[in-house]
């Protein structure tokens, strides 16, 4: 931590919270500048208890961590990518892999037509929504437990790993029955008691960012789940709120530059839910590859214009073809290997 | 609905439009512009599938609803301000509320003596956090039911009633034993079994706006809990995510004059998590009284400065008779009655 | 400056970086910390060359500036508020003051009439634009040459000093010739040659914050002023953006009470442009009066209806009497004295 | 327009609003709905007066524009891609351009030796800038027109074209007598009389996006710059600014597949500022080609850590050298040509 006094701050109001500092088992060690001093404390933000409180000293101008709070995720704490193993599938570590599937199933036909479809296309893994988090009480908000069965089906009809959403630590074991990776969506990326509770199902998590997250937040998110004992996480950029709204959010490439390097997880990319509009999820999905992404997360329904959720960025099954015909080279001059290869 | 079509557009691409907001049940009214046609689509959106999906035919150009989603909250459904009533004080209607207490409870003495302090200088009820939702998994976590103890200590030593938080839907039932009113925070504004669980539990909620939450899904989640049969919502405004880090949140004070006219909830106001500091808390506090609001929720700690959590953000028990001397002229001139009086 | 190195730099490594701050005369200090060493470096941060470009060095995790680069406008520099005087009024230091008049003036009744209103109803300034910066290209650019003669009309008619704005360098002399305070718009607020040929024709400068504008970024366009030695300033709140659409901007009057802090200079609020709807402009006036500001500006139209420009926003002379009568007990229990008394 | 009236507006209430609406010379067209009453208000919203003021009667809801407001810059105008010619150079339609250099000019060994290094690794114009627009006053501001004469000796020593800032309408002549290419710069993206100037010089335009530029807004100022009959016009997306600073600026490449979509004209990415960090301009520039940008901006400098502004972010020659060695591949997947080929 660097504690900056006011100017003109009295020895005595130094020797304040000099005192304070060393309280919480920090060292502090003075330096005296042409018009501010400065306490730089030595210890361990991690292990230490945060001093910001500091700043309500009148003579504190500013209390800065120096230190990022995450460890188990960080690149420090593991040079090498983690490579995780999904029904078989190895992602991260040079694999790029495309998990398609509608929003939400919302019938047996629906679900198992676009499953086959995008497996046809070169999908490797199946995603779609039993339970949906819907801003608006009057909407659709998923089968349910009815929508867990239809994914069961489409599993065994294509043999695609199962994606899926859940939304309540109470459901979090029904959920993981039925599903290879469990989703935590944007609303619930900060709900801890959630991510605790998936992260103890021992399955593989996929993390989306917050839709206001920093990537220090989605980060710790993702420390949350790891001291629970699973790593086996992929994070997921999808979009944050900004003032622009001729999408519907803005994609944040460089969330998943900065993600790459702070980190060891794979991160993914939804260009679905960050466009928000069918037209822009393609060109999306390419500048994804291309700034280093391992994988995309693609919503695809056969009949888009009467999905009960979100229809306006699902793509149809032909234009998700266009898709994997689109990055497939782009995959290739990134030197990664699709993951069904 | 309005749907625009593109200039240029043939009948037969019109006439498939028209044709599809049939099937969803709405009445198509075409609308031949100079340049563009728009299709009116008659019908109740909160009742009908909404139709936003239609974007995906190439020849339309925007779907906009017109009608706001929610309905139970809105002054179109009642007219008149609600009036809640939490262990006998009114909330709302011209009442003014101030809710103080620290962040976290952390002891006994701590949390008593702070009770202690803000019913002396005119709080009206007393908040303190027992689970603490902490953007680190490093940071201190709350003391969970030992603090919910200390919060019944607290309630039996000043008769102030209790607002305290609730994470999980599992808690609910535990936390409502202690709490007169549930607190759902910024960052379980759309958690949806959350918002179900704690209005099954028939307290009063303070609904926290989210973080980077829209006026419209802060009242869409406010309807969320009215739809489970408990209308008794206080709206809670606690700044929002932006550009300016000068404050940690920018206080949106239009959203609660928004939201006063929207909706006949009371609104109330945390200056102290929007301010993110100390020195921020008073000015904040008293413009919230003059935009309108119903009450305030307001951080206190005996020592802040070695708070366990958000110490540079908690006002001393004299600061914060400060405040309430501030505000208490305000509150006359709005024509609000102290709650307490 | 406060550089912070990575885990793990070499002594090589941190000696190649305190070379580097020498070279750019400042002192390196260097602290050894547990995991990271930093490297304070001591000299002063407006008269020496940032480093921030030390950032390059791979060892480097940040370098973080300690000091505030705005000198002449801060309370440091000047304690005591700074009193304008513009055509006899005293602006700031207590008093407070009410600037109205249309977004453009667009006739000399509608000018004369709003003037004479807005007089009666206790407005201390006039404001009209003559020169209007619009988002379209099609959308209505202001009267020019002619508008600045109905200005002069309406100060002879009524005695209101001018406030009005100008967009460009060439026409500051023209302008100034006409008005008492020279406008800076939002969308110039970091129009460097502009501020400089404003600052130079010797007039009050209101200068609004910019549209995404840090309050630091808003205080050094202050300053840019102050150094072309014009410390006649009055900085303008105007609403930031943000991702919220319920009024067109955000209101930030943390910003304002920030403001206040730092800097000596009256700080205004315009209640108007925040909001962009005439229902929200009352409440957030009597906000923007709680919370410190020294004055408001404030649009009026005898017909919204039919303005060509910014209709939505204005409010009619009857309504503003309504918000000059809201606001009156609040200026008072502010301890602030009206400017016209 | 669509104008939504409030339930239970009367007849007269209704009357009044469609009798407004004519006199704006639109044709009011009546549907009525369920609940509300929508007015749909034909006529060319380009040419007739904006009825948004319309919203100030009490009974109107909302006023929604239905047409976008540019014109001449829009796919609809000119449906097929703009080719710009610089010097020989064709910019647009199919090729790919890199302009690389420092971000100040700051002696003729620096931008000579820069000018030559990226002219040997492919780069096709020259950028530095002579007249810098800083936050802080005493941050460097440029060499001036010194740093004109500089950018002048660039170009002859290597035959790139330069490309430029310009802050004011007065310097315009002077930097047009240089440059080949004039740069509007992010500060600048809504200042109508630079704007103005720079058109009517008859050079390229390169346009940056404001801060907070709204897409919309950006091809807003484009149109005015076309309307001056100059339409050799580069826009340039260059981050955004938003709540999250792990990078300083949100680069936005949704917006640069939305103009695509919009606009004919070439749509260049500035990476470099959108970074702020030169780790991140590496990833962020292969994103960009891929979403499908004609071209990048990039800073260079030959020792990045002594550089007088920004240095934070620019590559050395050999990491340009990288940059360009990583994009061309992606640069053919596109189907581009390389505007040096």
């Keep these: 931590m660097i504690i900056v006094l006011r100017p003109g701050t009295s020895e005595q109001g130094i020797q304040q919270v000099a005192d304070a500092v060393k309280k919480f088992n920090y060292e502090p060690r003075l330096i005296r500048g042409v018009e501010r001093t400065v306490i730089a404390c030595i210890g361990d933000e991690r292990s230490h208890h945060t001093i910001e409180s500091l700043s309500v000293f009148p003579q504190v101008e500013s209390v800065t961590p120096i230190q990022k709070k995450y460890k188990v995720v960080s690149r ?48 490797t893994l199946f995603r779609g929504g ?11 908000q998923g089968l349910g437990r009815e929508g867990l069965d239809l994914l069961r089906q489409a599993r065994a009809a294509t043999g695609l790993p199962i994606v ?5 630590p ?14 935590i969506g944007a609303r619930n990326a900060q709900n801890v008691p959630l991510l605790a509770a998936a992260a103890d199902s021992g399955k593989t998590i996929l993390l989306k960012r917050g839709v206001s997250g920093l990537v220090d937040e989605w980060l710790l998110a993702a420390e949350y789940i790891c001291l629970h004992g699973n790593t086996k996480v992929i994070l997921c950029e999808r979009g944050i709120r900004t003032f622009e709204h001729a999408c519907r959010n803005t994609l944040d490439l460089s969330a998943v530059a900065v993600a790459k390097q702070e980190t060891h997880l794979p991160v993914f990319v939804d260009p679905s839910h960050a466009a928000g509009r069918a037209d822009m999820v393609i060109p999306l999905a390419r500048a994804a590859v291309a700034v280093g992404a391992d994988g995309l997360l693609v919503e695809v329904h056969p009949d888009p214009a009467t999905a009960l959720s979100d229809g306006g960025q699902q793509l149809t099954p032909k234009q998700f073809g266009q898709l994997m015909a689109e990055i497939r080279p782009l995959v290739e001059v990134m030197g990664k290997k699709f993951g069904s290869d």
Excluded: N
């Excluded at 040079?79 to 892999?97: N, P």
């Excluded at 899926?164 to 309540?168: F, N, R």
């Design 164 to 168: 899926t959403e859940v939304l309540s």
């Design 170 to 183: 109470q459901d979090v074991e029904m959920v993981a029955a039925c599903a290879d990776v469990l989703q």
């Design 76 to 123: 420090e704490y593991q040079a090498h990518d983690s490579v995780l193993d999904v029904a078989g599938r190895k992602i991260g570590g040079g694999t790029f892999h495309v998990v398609a599937g509608p929003c939400s199933v919302e019938s047996a036909s629906q679900t198992i037509e676009t499953a086959k479809a995008v497996k046809s296309y070169g999908a």
């Design 130 to 140: 039993a339970f949906k988090p819907r801003t608006s009480p009057y909407d659709f």
